[in-house]
């Protein structure tokens, strides 16, 4: 069994800054991607950034330059530094990763968070 669990949302005023953070746990094999997403009222979930095993970052074009993603393989982490946090940030934000299972270390698996909120506004 592998749990994501997020922690790190909450409310902040434009410009402000959130650190999200999101560990795997359980009988894990190895991790491959890792990324966020995101969900806003009314909208469909959208990829914010991924990070490899490897440490290859990619983002979408709306938070390049304000979000870093990072990761710390060594406690199965993924972190979401986003700052000069924007209105249109406001969403329910996801912890996602491909994880292969001791049970089944030739295959991976898609596992996801629970989400977090995380709310922008004055």
């Known amino acids: 069994q592998v749990q994501l669990v997020e922690s790190g949302g909450g409310l902040v005023q434009p410009g402000g800054s959130l650190r999200l953070s999101c560990a795997a746990s359980g009988s894990i094999f190895s991790i491959n991607a890792m990324g966020w997403y995101r969900q806003a009222p009314g909208k469909q979930r959208e990829s914010v950034a991924t990070i490899t095993s490897g440490g290859t970052t990619n983002y979408v074009d709306s938070v390049k330059g304000r979000f870093t993603i990072s990761r710390d393989n060594a406690k199965n982490t993924v972190y979401l530094q986003m700052n000069s946090l924007k209105p249109e940030d406001t969403a329910v934000y996801y912890c996602?990763?491909?994880?292969?299972?001791?049970?089944?270390?030739?295959?991976?698996?898609?596992?996801w968070g629970q989400g977090t909120q995380v709310t922008v506004s004055s």
């Open positions: 996602n990763a491909r994880i292969a299972t001791v049970r089944s270390p030739l295959r991976e698996y898609e596992y």
